[in-house]
C-alpha cells in the first residue's frame, strides 16, 4: 500500500518561494502535484516519471519546478515567482503504473499568498 506524507507549504507574500515535499513509501512509476483552489476544480500542477520526463502546467512553466529524490524518495515541487492565484490546496499524488487518475494521494498542504 503506497503513501505519502507531505511537508512544507504555508503563507507566502506574492513574488515569493515556497516548497512542497512529499515522501513516497511505495516505488511509484509516476508522481505529481495537483492543486484545487476554492470554488475552482482540481488541476495538474506538474507530473514526473522515474525516467526524468516531466510536464509543468502552462499556468506554472518558468516558476515551478518538479524533482525527485531518489536518495530519500521524495517528491518535490520548488515555487518561485508566486502569485495569489496560485493559493489553493496543494496534494502530491502517484502511481504505480502511470494510470489517470493517479491512484494514491497525499492529505495537502496548503500554500497561500497575501494579495
Known amino acids: 500500500q503506497g503513501q505519502l506524507v507531505e511537508s512544507g507549504g504555508g503563507s507566502v507574500q506574492p513574488g515569493g518561494s515556497a516548497r512542497l515535499s512529499c515522501a513516497a513509501s511505495?516505488?511509484?512509476?509516476?508522481l505529481g502535484w495537483w492543486r484545487q483552489a476554492p470554488t475552482k476544480e482540481r488541476e495538474r500542477v506538474a507530473t514526473?516519471?522515474?525516467?526524468?520526463?516531466?510536464n509543468v502546467a502552462d499556468s506554472v512553466k518558468g516558476r515551478f519546478t518538479i524533482s525527485y529524490d531518489k536518495t530519500t524518495d521524495t517528491l518535490n515541487l520548488e515555487m518561485s515567482g508566486l502569485k495569489p492565484e496560485d493559493t489553493a490546496m496543494y496534494y502530491c499524488?502517484?502511481?504505480?503504473?502511470?494510470?489517470?487518475?493517479?491512484?494514491?494521494w497525499g492529505q495537502g498542504p496548503q500554500v497561500t499568498g497575501s494579495p
Open positions: 514526473l516519471r522515474r525516467d526524468g520526463r516531466t
Open positions: 499524488a502517484a502511481d504505480p503504473n502511470c494510470l489517470d487518475p493517479y491512484q494514491f
Open positions: 511505495a516505488d511509484f512509476l509516476c
